[in-house]
């Protein structure tokens, strides 16, 4: 049933995250968990395959997982939502409403090919659809007439365009329809649940306000340029220059004022110290949105601790102790050209190693170089989660998970970008659940 | 007597002077040729009597003003070889510091104030210089030297009239060389040179500027009366310049010829003429006189070679000497 | 305090300088008896003597030249140049010789002499008679140039210029010679390049030599009633120039205009103009402006002439123009 608004709990959509810079689009691996499933904010709910690395994506909240609309195999562009944390098991699963979307119900069309009303004349912006020549559901060829539109000289046919089927139309004759508001769908496969709607029920969700359809004449004349204030003809920057008195530049750089914007903002040039009031007084811009200052913290599950088989025969069979096993498993995952100082947190101490490139652990060495990893092993405290925010160096938390491990790195944007996140933290959490495939 | 040993003294000093400009000119020459010297240099050679026969009526404190062609100029009123050559190299160690070359050679010490690149440029100076004498009660005296070519720069004439006005102890010294630049007196100064000094009132001499002891006593006897209040004086000395107006310009054949050059040189100089006289008077031997010229040429020699080696003014002192404290 | 012409100051500044050092003499034309056409030196001759106050034929480069000559060899005079626009004549002498000697004898011949004339127009004089020429000697190495705009300038600056071991010269504007202005009785010497702010202010520099000192001043009280604050800075000295002053102001205020009574064009506005943009280039809120006498010879008539001089209104308007931020020019 539909959700109600006013109940204070607000569904949560899922949706594809930003994999990588280059990346719009992710493949769904596999669903770790099934439409209905109880699940707890930050459970892993699927796997997705980037170009590099299969990664998980966790739950935003807690709640049950409804709504699921892609399945394991397909791609997803990104930000397209793929499901849904509700209060309870049964929702329908669709969507949460697009905050732009007006018309109720907008979203139960079906998809195909939209057919509008077309431009009939020079100084025409509706039509009148005068009839239907085809019902909803019937099968059309490209050439067939759909319906009939009277303009001012005569009545005109409208051809269906392409093979198909009619999957709805989205007026009723004798409505006046907007020159290119959707008038009709044409599916490829028969439709099941054919419409018809009339234009006043909204239609297809409108086209976003204020473009002029296309063709249209625009009769108005382009409102006048506000005629600037005082006379001089003061030249708009030449060329993408700024003109502006050599004292007002410097209080400008002084005070981290920028004149682009006054410039943008079409103020009179050239600047003068006075115009540097104006500059202050301007909202500031919203700050462009960096992905890349966000800190990142990416979590993997390890369905086993391998590790802890593999200490112990390690110990015996080579000599290593665990710490500086742990150091190698993580300097490796980073796949560095040369030597990696990783730091090993555990039980309180610290220790830091020197881990050669190569996957010989008997070759990890104690240092005091800084680190250019941390590894916290938590394994066998009660800590289960953490979010302890990025540091200067990346860090990578291993904490014990109801079986197995969970291992969540946190680091700096700057310190690693994406891709080197997901692979340090994919390589990792390889190798902590097999040990055995570092070593081949 | 003691009179006749001072004048002999007198004499010798008049020679040796003499030679010492030939000698420095010659120097001089050597050295603008073989491209050591910088700038311009201007050659006494030939008017040496001029100079020295004026300047030995001169004391310390009497002043003289020069030319162009002032290094007879500078060495008849005492100046030494070392400090000349330095200048002219644009050495530190020169009478200016380096600053003034040879056009603008001024040795203070000895009453030179200078001499001037621009022609006539510096009769209003020693006009000036004998004003202050008056106003002030002194009893030196300016010689003012300048060249048949300078007749025709206005400035004399208005400083004549006022020498002539107020009765200042300046004696005008002409040294008419016959020419001026490239071009005969006659050709570019119009009537007598002396009524121009005569027009004023100004007593004028003319005296043959290649007989050194002709010129001494006239000098002699004007300087006196110009000390007591007589002046101003003009004096025309007819002479001649062996070498182009500038060391390295036109070939002189252009505008002279050999053989009046050959005529001054061989039967006029002045030091050729004195050394004669002195010969014959039982001044001095043949070989004392060549002792001194030896004696001179070493001199000389040893200060070029001292002004070669000097070291030029240090850089920061470009900027110096713009403004006096 | 007593108020006395500029005639007058300079007067009693001469005649205190020849009273403290009896080397100093004047020699000109119609110096003695007459006091000269505008009558400053009146009455000199009579205290000093015509040995010591010299009537010279009308020869400038002469007198001039036998004025070098003098100073040069011990003494200290004080040339009389009826009109700055003879200037012209004097030229080999002032800037060949005696701007020259210092330099050329390695520091030991010095020119201890003061050339005295004059600048302005608007007297009806005509083209000949009526030029402020301070840029062409102040061009000159060697040479100090002093523009007294007062009566108190004219006395101070011309002690300072006799007992100055260099050549100076002197421009007193002609059309002043008849003005007021408190004089101390007490001896005072005004020092070269010290500027003087005549006028504290926040928004606009103006400064302004000589003539146009009055100019400004005119022109910053009427801005005042505009709301604009003006600075007035008298440099009385072009060579040597106080800096300091003029930047320590634009700094304050932002915004200069420089007015001469010189020509627009290549004059002493271009040359402070150029040191300013060099100096206080970051502080600028607006260009400097230079204002001179219009690039003409200067007309006869009364209805031409007065137009060609920079006069309060102009520069109250340009004031304007540059605290309004307007363009005086195209950018």
Same mark, same amino acid.
């Given at each position: 049933?539909?959700?109600?608004?006013?109940?204070?709990?607000?569904?949560?959509? +899922?949706?594809?995250? $930003?994999? @990588? /810079? =280059? #990346? &719009?689009? !992710?493949?769904?691996?596999? %669903? *770790?968990?099934?439409p209905?499933?109880?699940?707890?904010?930050?459970?892993?709910?699927?796997?997705?395959?980037?170009?590099?690395?299969v990664?998980?994506?966790?739950?935003?909240?807690?709640?049950f997982?409804?709504?699921?609309?892609?399945?394991?195999?397909?791609?997803?562009?990104?930000?397209?939502?793929?499901?849904?944390?509700?209060?309870?098991?049964?929702?329908?699963?669709a969507?949460a409403?697009?905050?732009?979307?007006?018309g109720?119900?907008?979203?139960?069309?079906?998809?195909?090919?939209? +057919?509008?009303?077309? $431009?009939? @004349? /020079? =100084? #025409? &912006?509706? !039509?009148?659809?005068?009839? %239907? *020549?085809k019902?909803?559901?019937?099968?059309?060829?490209?050439?067939?007439?759909?319906?009939?539109?009277?303009?001012?000289?005569?009545?005109?046919?409208?051809?269906?365009?392409?093979?198909?089927?009619?999957?709805?139309?989205?007026?009723?004759?004798?409505?006046?329809?907007?020159?290119?508001?959707?008038?009709?769908?044409i599916?490829?496969a028969?439709?099941?649940?054919?419409?018809?709607?009339?234009?006043?029920?909204?239609?297809?969700?409108?086209?976003?306000a204020?473009?002029?359809?296309?063709?249209?004449?625009?009769?108005?004349?382009?409102?006048?340029?506000?005629?600037?204030?005082?006379?001089?003809?003061?030249?708009?920057?030449?060329?993408?220059?700024?003109?502006?008195?050599?004292?007002?530049?410097?209080?400008?750089?002084?005070?981290?004022?920028?004149?682009?914007?006054l410039?943008?903002?079409?103020?009179?040039?050239p600047?003068?110290?006075?115009?540097?009031?104006?500059?202050?007084?301007?909202?500031?811009?919203?700050?462009a949105?960096?992905?890349?200052?966000?800190?990142?913290?990416?979590?993997?599950?390890?369905?086993?601790?391998?590790?802890?088989?593999?200490?112990?025969?390690?110990?015996?069979?080579?000599?290593?102790?665990?710490?500086?096993?742990?150091?190698?498993?993580?300097?490796?995952?980073?796949?560095?050209?040369?030597?990696?100082?990783?730091?090993?947190?555990?039980?309180?101490?610290?220790?830091?190693?020197?881990v050669?490139?190569?996957?010989?652990?008997?070759?990890?060495?104690?240092?005091?170089?800084?680190?250019?990893?941390?590894?916290?092993?938590?394994?066998?405290?009660?800590?289960?989660?953490?979010?302890?925010?990025?540091?200067?160096?990346?860090?990578?938390?291993?904490?014990?998970?109801?079986?197995?491990?969970?291992?969540?790195?946190?680091?700096?944007?700057?310190?690693?970008?994406?891709t080197?996140?997901?692979?340090?933290?994919?390589?990792?959490?390889?190798?902590?659940?097999?040990?055995?495939?570092?070593?081949? | 007597?003691?009179?006749a040993?001072?004048?002999?003294?007198?004499?010798?000093?008049?020679?040796?002077?003499?030679?010492?400009?030939?000698?420095?000119?010659?120097?001089?020459?050597?050295?603008?040729?073989?491209?050591?010297?910088?700038?311009?240099?201007?050659?006494?050679?030939?008017?040496?009597?001029?100079?020295?026969?004026?300047?030995?009526?001169?004391?310390?404190?009497?002043?003289?003003?020069?030319?162009?062609?002032?290094?007879?100029?500078?060495?008849?009123?005492?100046?030494?070889?070392?400090?000349?050559?330095?200048?002219?190299?644009?050495?530190e160690?020169?009478?200016c510091?380096?600053?003034?070359?040879?056009?603008?050679?001024?040795?203070?010490?000895?009453?030179?104030?200078?001499?001037?690149?621009i022609?006539?440029?510096?009769?209003?100076i020693?006009?000036?210089?004998?004003?202050r004498a008056?106003?002030?009660?002194?009893?030196?005296?300016?010689v003012?030297?300048?060249?048949?070519?300078?007749?025709?720069?206005?400035?004399?004439y208005?400083?004549?009239?006022?020498?002539?006005?107020?009765?200042?102890?300046?004696?005008?010294?002409?040294?008419?060389?016959?020419?001026?630049?490239?071009?005969?007196?006659?050709?570019?100064?119009?009537?007598?040179i002396?009524a121009?000094?005569?027009?004023?009132?100004?007593e004028?001499?003319?005296?043959?500027?290649?007989?050194?002891?002709?010129?001494?006593?006239l000098?002699?006897?004007?300087?006196?009366?110009?000390?007591?209040?007589?002046?101003?004086?003009?004096?025309?000395?007819?002479?001649?310049?062996?070498?182009?107006?500038?060391?390295?310009?036109?070939?002189?054949?252009?505008?002279r010829?050999?053989d009046?050059e050959?005529?001054?040189?061989?039967?006029?100089?002045?030091?050729i003429?004195?050394?004669?006289?002195?010969?014959?008077?039982?001044?001095?031997?043949?070989?004392?006189?060549?002792?001194?010229?030896?004696?001179?040429?070493?001199?000389?020699?040893?200060?070029?070679?001292y002004?070669?080696?000097?070291?030029?003014?240090?850089?920061?002192?470009?900027?110096?000497?713009?403004y006096?404290? | 305090?007593?108020?006395?012409?500029?005639?007058?100051?300079?007067?009693?500044?001469?005649?205190e300088?020849?009273?403290?050092?009896?080397?100093?003499?004047?020699?000109g034309?119609?110096?003695?008896?007459?006091g000269?056409?505008?009558?400053?030196?009146?009455?000199?001759?009579?205290?000093?003597?015509?040995?010591?106050?010299?009537?010279?034929?009308?020869?400038?480069?002469?007198?001039?030249?036998?004025?070098?000559?003098?100073?040069?060899?011990?003494?200290r005079?004080?040339?009389?140049?009826m009109?700055?626009?003879?200037?012209?004549l004097?030229?080999?002498?002032?800037?060949?010789?005696?701007?020259?000697?210092?330099?050329?004898?390695?520091?030991?011949?010095?020119?201890?002499?003061?050339?005295?004339?004059?600048?302005?127009a608007?007297?009806r004089?005509?083209?000949?008679?009526?030029q402020?020429?301070q840029?062409?000697?102040a061009?000159?190495?060697g040479?100090?140039?002093?523009?007294?705009?007062s009566?108190?300038?004219?006395?101070?600056?011309?002690?300072?210029?006799?007992?100055?071991?260099?050549?100076?010269?002197?421009?007193?504007?002609?059309?002043?010679?008849?003005?007021?202005?408190?004089?101390?009785?007490?001896?005072?010497?005004?020092?070269?390049?010290?500027?003087n702010?005549?006028?504290?202010?926040?928004?606009?520099?103006?400064?302004a030599t000589?003539?146009?000192?009055?100019?400004?001043?005119?022109?910053?009280?009427?801005?005042?009633?505009?709301?604009?604050?003006?600075?007035?800075?008298?440099?009385?000295?072009?060579?040597?120039?106080?800096?300091?002053?003029?930047?320590?102001?634009?700094?304050?205020?932002?915004?200069?205009i420089?007015?001469?009574?010189g020509?627009?064009?290549?004059g002493?506005t271009?040359?402070?103009?150029?040191?300013?943009n060099e100096?206080?280039?970051?502080h600028?809120?607006?260009?400097?402006?230079?204002?001179?006498?219009?690039?003409?010879?200067?007309?006869?008539?009364?209805?031409?002439e007065?137009?060609?001089?920079?006069?309060?209104?102009?520069?109250?308007?340009?004031?304007?123009?540059?605290?309004?931020?307007?363009?005086?020019?195209a950018?």
């Amino acid at each position: 049933m539909p959700h109600d608004e006013t109940s204070g709990f607000r569904p949560h959509d +899922v949706t594809m995250p $930003q994999l @990588g /810079m =280059a #990346q &719009d689009a !992710g493949k769904i691996v596999s %669903w *770790l968990k099934s439409p209905g499933d109880a699940v707890s904010r930050g459970d892993a709910l699927f796997e997705v395959e980037t170009d590099k690395a299969v990664m998980e994506v966790e739950s935003p909240a807690d709640g049950f997982l409804t709504g699921v609309s892609y399945g394991e195999g397909e791609d997803v562009p990104v930000g397209q939502v793929i499901a849904r944390i509700s209060d309870s098991a049964e929702d329908d699963g669709a969507p949460a409403p697009e905050p732009a979307a007006t018309g109720k119900a907008s979203d139960a069309l079906p998809e195909g090919h939209t +057919v509008t009303m077309p $431009q009939l @004349g /020079m =100084a #025409q &912006d509706t !039509g009148l659809l005068v009839n %239907w *020549l085809k019902a909803p559901g019937d099968e059309v060829a490209a050439d067939d007439i759909l319906f009939e539109v009277e303009t001012d000289k005569s009545t005109m046919e409208v051809e269906a365009g392409r093979k198909g089927f009619l999957a709805a139309t989205l007026a009723e004759a004798g409505e006046e329809v907007p020159v290119g508001d959707p008038v009709a769908i044409i599916s490829d496969a028969r439709p099941e649940a054919p419409v018809a709607r009339s234009a006043k029920d909204g239609g297809a969700p409108p086209a976003p306000a204020a473009p002029v359809p296309a063709g249209k004449d625009t009769t108005e004349a382009p409102a006048k340029p506000a005629a600037a204030a005082p006379a001089p003809k003061a030249p708009s920057a030449r060329g993408g220059r700024i003109l502006a008195s050599p004292k007002a530049r410097r209080l400008a750089l002084e005070q981290g004022l920028d004149l682009n914007r006054l410039a943008e903002a079409g103020h009179p040039q050239p600047f003068h110290v006075a115009d540097l009031e104006v500059l202050r007084t301007m909202p500031s811009p919203a700050p462009a949105s960096a992905p890349s200052e966000t800190p990142r913290r990416l979590t993997a599950t390890c369905a086993v601790d391998g590790l802890s088989a593999f200490v112990p025969w390690a110990a015996e069979t080579q000599g290593l102790a665990p710490d500086a096993i742990l150091a190698g498993l993580a300097g490796a995952s980073l796949g560095a050209d040369g030597s990696v100082t990783v730091v090993v947190e555990r039980l309180g101490l610290t220790r830091s190693f020197s881990v050669p490139p190569g996957r010989s652990l008997s070759a990890v060495a104690e240092t005091d170089d800084a680190p250019a990893l941390i590894v916290r092993d938590l394994r066998g405290t009660p800590i289960s989660t953490v979010a302890l925010g990025s540091e200067q160096t990346p860090v990578l938390t291993v904490t014990d998970a109801a079986a197995g491990l969970v291992i969540t790195l946190e680091c700096a944007a700057s310190a690693l970008d994406a891709t080197a996140a997901i692979r340090l933290l994919t390589e990792f959490a390889g190798r902590m659940e097999q040990p055995l495939r570092h070593l081949l | 007597m003691a009179k006749a040993k001072t004048n002999t003294e007198d004499y010798l000093r008049m020679y040796r002077q003499m030679v010492r400009i030939r000698t420095f000119e010659d120097n001089a020459n050597q050295l603008y040729l073989s491209a050591k010297m910088p700038g311009l240099t201007h050659m006494y050679s030939g008017e040496e009597a001029v100079a020295v026969g004026i300047c030995e009526a001169l004391t310390d404190d009497d002043r003289i003003t020069s030319t162009h062609r002032g290094h007879g100029h500078c060495v008849a009123k005492g100046a030494e070889f070392r400090e000349m050559f330095c200048e002219l190299l644009g050495k530190e160690e020169g009478y200016c510091r380096g600053k003034g070359g040879s056009m603008h050679i001024a040795d203070q010490s000895h009453g030179n104030l200078g001499a001037n690149a621009i022609v006539g440029g510096s009769m209003g100076i020693a006009t000036g210089s004998a004003l202050r004498a008056k106003l002030q009660g002194k009893d030196d005296v300016t010689v003012c030297f300048f060249g048949d070519g300078a007749t025709a720069q206005g400035l004399w004439y208005e400083v004549m009239n006022m020498a002539a006005l107020w009765n200042l102890p300046v004696i005008y010294a002409c040294e008419n060389n016959g020419y001026s630049e490239y071009t005969k007196t006659e050709e570019i100064a119009a009537g007598s040179i002396m009524a121009r000094a005569e027009a004023f009132g100004i007593e004028s001499h003319q005296v043959d500027g290649q007989d050194v002891m002709a010129v001494n006593d006239l000098t002699r006897k004007l300087v006196d009366r110009a000390r007591k209040g007589e002046g101003p004086f003009f004096m025309e000395l007819m002479t001649y310049r062996y070498h182009g107006h500038h060391v390295g310009d036109i070939n002189r054949e252009y505008y002279r010829s050999k053989d009046e050059e050959k005529d001054w040189k061989e039967n006029k100089d002045p030091i050729i003429r004195f050394r004669a006289w002195l010969v014959s008077e039982g001044i001095a031997t043949e070989e004392e006189i060549e002792a001194m010229n030896a004696e001179i040429e070493k001199d000389a020699t040893e200060a070029v070679a001292y002004a070669e080696k000097a070291p030029y003014p240090p850089a920061n002192e470009v900027d110096m000497h713009v403004y006096a404290d | 305090m007593r108020e006395i012409t500029l005639s007058q100051a300079v007067n009693e500044a001469l005649a205190e300088e020849m009273r403290r050092d009896e080397t100093v003499f004047i020699l000109g034309e119609d110096v003695a008896e007459a006091g000269t056409p505008f009558k400053v030196l009146s009455g000199l001759v009579e205290e000093f003597g015509t040995d010591r106050v010299l009537d010279t034929p009308i020869s400038e480069p002469g007198f001039v030249g036998i004025a070098v000559g003098a100073a040069m060899t011990g003494a200290r005079p004080v040339v009389d140049l009826m009109f700055g626009d003879f200037i012209y004549l004097v030229m080999d002498q002032l800037c060949n010789q005696a701007a020259k000697q210092h330099y050329m004898s390695g520091g030991k011949l010095t020119v201890p002499m003061v050339l005295r004339t004059n600048l302005g127009a608007t007297r009806r004089s005509a083209a000949q008679h009526s030029q402020s020429l301070q840029a062409l000697v102040a061009h000159i190495p060697g040479l100090k140039v002093a523009l007294p705009s007062s009566a108190y300038e004219a006395k101070g600056l011309m002690k300072t210029a006799i007992r100055d071991n260099n050549p100076v010269v002197i421009f007193e504007d002609k059309l002043m010679y008849q003005d007021k202005a408190p004089v101390p009785e007490e001896e005072y010497l005004i020092p070269f390049g010290v500027a003087n702010v005549k006028r504290e202010g926040r928004d606009i520099t103006l400064i302004a030599t000589s003539s146009m000192v009055q100019v400004a001043e005119k022109a910053a009280a009427m801005l005042e009633k505009e709301g604009i604050d003006a600075e007035v800075i008298d440099p009385r000295t072009i060579v040597p120039l106080d800096e300091a002053t003029l930047l320590d102001s634009v700094k304050k205020t932002s915004r200069a205009i420089v007015i001469d009574e010189g020509h627009q064009s290549y004059g002493v506005t271009a040359e402070i103009a150029a040191r300013l943009n060099e100096k206080a280039f970051y502080h600028l809120d607006a260009p400097v402006l230079r204002m001179g006498a219009m690039d003409v010879p200067v007309p006869f008539s009364p209805a031409l002439e007065d137009l060609t001089v920079p006069t309060p209104e102009a520069v109250v308007e340009n004031a304007r123009k540059l605290c309004a931020g307007e363009l005086i020019h195209a950018a």
